[in-house]
């Protein structure tokens, strides 16, 4: 089993800087993605980013270019720096590690979520 504890929210004004950390605790393969959802007040969890842990990145399309994603292998920790707040980036976030199983299944570990709000 993964667990996930998350820390960093908080509130900022608009144009500030955050930065999440998520630390895992349990046994992280080396096939593990972690990464970073978030989801508005009445809405889906969507993905943010994600990084493996040969360090590639993906972002989603309105925080590329102002989050980066970052992941210590050696100490199960992945990290969201986020430049250039908007208030529309106010939202729960969540740590996730996405695991592939031998076969094919999927299963998602997640942290119990980060409130970061952003005010104009």
């Known amino acids: 089993q993964v667990q996930l504890v998350e820390s960093g929210g908080g509130s900022v004004h608009s144009g500030g800087s955050l930065r999440l950390s998520c630390a895992a605790s349990g046994n992280i393969l080396s096939s593990d993605v972690m990464g970073w959802y978030r989801q508005f007040a009445g809405q889906s969890r969507e993905l943010v980013a994600q990084?493996?842990?040969?360090?590639?990145?993906w972002y989603e399309s309105s925080v590329k270019d102002r989050f980066t994603i970052s992941r210590d292998n050696a100490k199960n920790t992945v990290s969201l720096q986020m430049y250039s707040l908007k208030p529309e980036d106010t939202a729960v976030y969540y740590c996730n590690v996405w695991r592939r199983h031998i076969g094919g299944s999927n299963e998602n570990f997640w942290g119990q979520g980060t409130q970061v709000t952003v005010s104009s």
């Open positions: 990084i493996n842990s040969g360090g590639d990145p």
